[in-house]
Protein backbone atom coordinates (compact mmCIF):
# COMPACT_ATOMS: atom_id res chain seq x y z
CA UNK A 1 0.00 0.00 0.00
CA UNK A 2 1.00 3.67 -0.97
CA UNK A 3 -0.07 6.40 1.02
CA UNK A 4 -0.15 9.80 0.19
CA UNK A 5 -1.39 12.63 2.91
CA UNK A 6 -2.46 15.85 1.56
CA UNK A 7 -4.29 19.34 2.53
CA UNK A 8 -1.67 20.87 4.62
CA UNK A 9 -0.81 24.70 4.70
CA UNK A 10 -0.86 27.54 6.29
CA UNK A 11 -3.77 28.70 8.83
CA UNK A 12 -4.45 31.30 11.15
CA UNK A 13 -4.85 30.54 15.00
CA UNK A 14 -8.69 29.49 15.32
CA UNK A 15 -8.77 28.77 11.48
CA UNK A 16 -9.65 25.20 9.97
CA UNK A 17 -7.76 22.56 8.08
CA UNK A 18 -8.62 19.26 6.42
CA UNK A 19 -6.30 16.69 5.41
CA UNK A 20 -6.55 13.67 3.01
CA UNK A 21 -5.10 10.37 2.95
CA UNK A 22 -5.53 8.46 -0.56
CA UNK A 23 -4.25 4.76 -1.09
CA UNK A 24 -2.42 3.82 -4.21
CA UNK A 25 -1.48 -0.31 -5.39
CA UNK A 26 -4.27 -1.94 -3.17
CA UNK A 27 -7.04 -0.95 -0.97
CA UNK A 28 -6.33 -0.05 3.22
CA UNK A 29 -10.56 -0.65 3.54
CA UNK A 30 -10.03 -3.64 5.85
CA UNK A 31 -7.01 -1.59 7.57
CA UNK A 32 -7.24 0.75 10.28
CA UNK A 33 -5.46 4.05 9.91
CA UNK A 34 -3.97 6.75 12.10
CA UNK A 35 -2.95 9.73 11.37
CA UNK A 36 0.38 11.13 13.36
CA UNK A 37 2.41 14.48 13.71
CA UNK A 38 6.13 15.85 13.86
CA UNK A 39 6.89 18.98 14.90
CA UNK A 40 10.56 20.35 14.52
CA UNK A 41 13.03 18.84 16.78
CA UNK A 42 10.15 16.94 18.33
CA UNK A 43 9.47 13.11 18.19
CA UNK A 44 6.63 11.81 16.31
CA UNK A 45 3.30 11.56 18.18
CA UNK A 46 0.26 10.09 17.66
CA UNK A 47 -3.08 11.74 16.63
CA UNK A 48 -6.07 9.71 15.50
CA UNK A 49 -7.11 6.46 15.01
CA UNK A 50 -10.08 4.76 12.59
CA UNK A 51 -10.67 1.48 13.00
CA UNK A 52 -11.23 -0.52 9.36
CA UNK A 53 -14.73 -0.20 9.40
CA UNK A 54 -14.79 3.20 11.00
CA UNK A 55 -17.28 2.23 13.89
CA UNK A 56 -14.26 3.06 16.24
CA UNK A 57 -11.75 6.28 16.51
CA UNK A 58 -9.76 7.65 19.25
CA UNK A 59 -7.54 10.71 19.83
CA UNK A 60 -4.88 12.07 21.54
CA UNK A 61 -5.95 13.82 24.78
CA UNK A 62 -4.16 17.29 23.20
CA UNK A 63 -6.74 17.13 19.78
CA UNK A 64 -9.79 15.45 21.44
CA UNK A 65 -12.89 17.86 20.48
CA UNK A 66 -11.02 19.94 17.68
CA UNK A 67 -10.14 16.78 15.41
CA UNK A 68 -12.15 14.65 13.40
CA UNK A 69 -10.79 11.35 11.95
CA UNK A 70 -13.27 9.83 9.46
CA UNK A 71 -12.68 7.42 6.29
CA UNK A 72 -14.76 6.70 3.10
CA UNK A 73 -14.14 2.79 2.28
CA UNK A 74 -15.48 3.00 -1.23
CA UNK A 75 -13.19 5.98 -2.17
CA UNK A 76 -10.26 3.94 0.13
CA UNK A 77 -9.43 7.32 1.70
CA UNK A 78 -9.07 8.94 5.45
CA UNK A 79 -9.56 12.39 6.50
CA UNK A 80 -8.58 14.34 9.37
CA UNK A 81 -11.06 17.43 10.02
CA UNK A 82 -8.73 20.21 12.16
CA UNK A 83 -10.59 23.12 14.28
CA UNK A 84 -9.77 25.75 16.47
CA UNK A 85 -6.11 24.91 15.40
CA UNK A 86 -3.29 26.89 17.34
CA UNK A 87 0.91 27.21 17.18
CA UNK A 88 1.30 24.00 18.83
CA UNK A 89 -0.42 22.21 16.17
CA UNK A 90 2.26 22.86 13.71
CA UNK A 91 3.84 19.93 12.40
CA UNK A 92 4.31 17.23 9.40
CA UNK A 93 0.83 15.27 9.47
CA UNK A 94 1.54 11.51 8.81
CA UNK A 95 -1.19 9.19 7.75
CA UNK A 96 -0.12 5.44 8.24
CA UNK A 97 -2.26 2.02 7.10
CA UNK A 98 -1.81 -0.23 9.99
CA UNK A 99 -1.45 -4.28 9.84
CA UNK A 100 -4.81 -4.93 11.32
CA UNK A 101 -8.14 -3.92 11.20
CA UNK A 102 -8.30 -2.29 14.96
CA UNK A 103 -6.99 1.01 15.35
CA UNK A 104 -4.47 1.90 18.42
CA UNK A 105 -2.44 4.86 19.24
CA UNK A 106 0.65 2.82 19.09
CA UNK A 107 2.74 3.39 15.90
CA UNK A 108 4.90 0.50 15.65
CA UNK A 109 1.69 -1.52 14.55
CA UNK A 110 1.53 0.82 11.39
CA UNK A 111 3.44 -0.68 8.79
CA UNK A 112 2.74 1.71 5.78
CA UNK A 113 3.44 5.44 6.09
CA UNK A 114 2.96 8.04 4.02
CA UNK A 115 4.92 10.96 2.79
CA UNK A 116 3.87 13.80 5.14
CA UNK A 117 2.08 17.20 4.58
CA UNK A 118 3.35 20.20 6.56
CA UNK A 119 0.37 22.05 8.57
CA UNK A 120 1.53 25.71 9.99
CA UNK A 121 -0.45 27.24 12.46
CA UNK A 122 0.37 31.08 12.85
CA UNK A 123 -0.66 32.87 15.64
Known amino acids: VQLQASGGGLVQAGGSLSLSCAAS????????VGWFRQAPGKEREFVAS????????NYADSVKGRFTISRDRVKNMVFLKMNNLGPEDTATYYC?????????????????WGQGTLVTVSS
Open 50 to 57: INWSGSNT
Open 96 to 112: AAARGAVNTDNTGYYNY
Open 25 to 32: KRTFSNNA
